[in-house]
């Protein structure tokens, strides 16, 4: 009977830490604390030139990304990505380039040409993802930079869209409403 016991009380122990570590894998806002790497780890973040690009908006994002999450940044080689990433000229596949340059190496790429998300039909200042370590800026609209960074960077570590107009993560870009403050869930979930 106390063979039995045993048994019972470490699968539930297996189940726990099993349940708790995987429970950590989805886009709620925690990360997997066995195999995700989100950007801000407290790896240096790279900073690459996209296609046409302009060095100052790569010094400002350096800025901007220290300043807000205090990480070591680095400012990279630019790079140059072929036709098979754009839809039309000059406008970028970012589904397909966000694909491919993913990596283990914390990057955020910065381009003055426009950005295409085939997946929601729709062009894009910004596209990071959930629980990852790549992000694209648009910098064509320059008095976007801050809030697209953030914003971006923001999927990486775990937030989704908010419904808050008045978050950061809301889900749809407000032109009249660029806040750089999170709303009080979103906070809760950092």
Do not use: W
Not at 106 to 131: A, H, M, Q, V
Request: hydrophobic share 35%; charged share 25%; with cysteine.
């Amino acid at each position: 009977m106390k063979g039995v016991l045993k048994i019972c009380v470490g699968l539930g122990v297996v189940f726990f830490l099993y349940n708790y570590l995987n429970k950590n894998s989805n886009p709620s806002g925690y990360p997997n604390l066995i195999e995700d790497k989100v950007m801000i780890d407290g790896d240096t973040i790279h900073i690459k030139g996209l296609g046409d690009f302009n060095e100052q908006s790569l010094l400002n994002a350096k800025q901007i990304v220290q300043k807000t999450y205090n990480v070591p940044v680095v400012v990279d080689k630019p790079i140059i990505i072929s036709d098979e990433y754009y839809i039309e000229d000059k406008v970028i596949d970012a589904d397909k380039f966000m694909q491919y340059y993913d990596s283990d190496v914390n990057t955020i790429y910065i381009t003055d040409e426009r950005g295409y998300s085939i997946k929601s039909d729709s062009p894009i200042l910004g596209k990071g993802k959930i629980l990852s370590n790549i992000v694209l800026v648009t910098t064509y609209n320059r008095n976007t930079l801050n809030y697209v960074l953030i914003h971006e960077i923001s999927h990486n570590i775990g937030l989704t869209h908010c419904e808050n107009k008045n978050c950061i993560m809301y889900k749809k870009y407000n032109r009249n409403n660029m806040s750089l403050k999170f709303c009080d869930k979103c906070k809760k979930s950092l």
